[in-house]
């Protein structure tokens, strides 16, 4: 059974601070690497994808993958409270499916 | 381009009774998958459909199907109801469903409420 470990949260930032997302898999054959936010009561939207060892940005994200130590994470920079969310971890490993992790509530406070 | 769309976005059942929800995937994606989201358990993978095929199945019981169509739609299917089945029912479609940049999109979701 593949597992998809999040930090537990939830997690409370002040306005402006960087909020750090950390995901753990199990499953050494696994390729690709997701985060999506989830707003309560709506469904989860892409956020950020990444397939190669190292650092990708996209304006205040910036995602990490280390696959040596089987670690994906996220890094909000300025957060801000449009940011209070549950981020979802997922991980693809080429069997038609995405494993989530149980995401990690985040709180911006103003 | 228009996104996943779900119908319908509520329903309310009672205990027993069977539901079919429907999801319509982003124009160009063949790969439609269902998820199940609850408080308790999180984001719980149903099944996955290309080309009118199942590919993958999770670990549900068979009261829990689906289908797809030959222009991509999908339906999936609950019979015999039971309160354990309220949840949130997600559909994400995705180009092909495999491959390293393949990249499933959610719908809105079905809310389904058991009685």
């Known amino acids: 059974q593949k597992e998809v470990e999040q930090n537990s949260g939830p997690l409370s930032v002040p306005e402006g601070a960087i909020a750090s997302l950390n995901c753990t898999y199990s499953?050494?054959?696994?390729?690709?690497f997701f985060w999506y936010r989830q707003y309560s009561g709506k469904s989860p939207e892409l956020i950020m994808s990444?397939?190669?060892?190292g650092d990708k940005e996209d304006g205040r994200f910036t995602a990490q993958l280390n696959k040596a130590s089987q670690y994906v994470s996220l890094l909000i920079r300025d957060s801000q409270p449009s940011d209070s969310a549950t981020y979802l971890c997922?991980?693809?490993?080429?069997?038609?499916?995405?494993?989530f992790g149980a995401g990690t509530t985040v709180t911006v406070r103003a | 381009k228009a996104g996943v769309t779900q119908t319908p976005r509520y329903l309310i059942k009672t205990r027993g009774q069977q539901v079919t929800l429907s999801c319509s995937p982003i124009s160009g994606h063949r790969s439609v998958s269902w998820y199940q989201q609850t408080p308790g358990q999180g984001l719980q993978f149903l099944f996955e459909?290309?080309?009118?095929?199942?590919?993958n199945k999770g670990n549900f019981p068979g009261r829990f199907s689906g289908r797809q169509f030959s222009n991509s739609r999908s339906e999936m299917n609950v019979s015999t109801l039971e309160l354990g089945d309220s949840a949130l029912y997600l559909c994400?479609?995705?180009?092909?469903?495999?491959?390293?940049?393949?990249?499933?999109?959610f719908g809105p979701g079905t809310r389904l409420t058991v009685l």
């Open positions: 994400a479609s995705s180009l092909v469903g495999a491959g390293l940049t393949d990249t499933q999109y």
């Open positions: 990444i397939y190669s060892n």
């Open positions: 459909y290309f080309s009118e095929t199942q590919r």
């Open positions: 499953d050494r054959v696994s390729q690709s």
């Open positions: 997922a991980v693809n490993d080429y069997d038609y499916k995405l494993s």
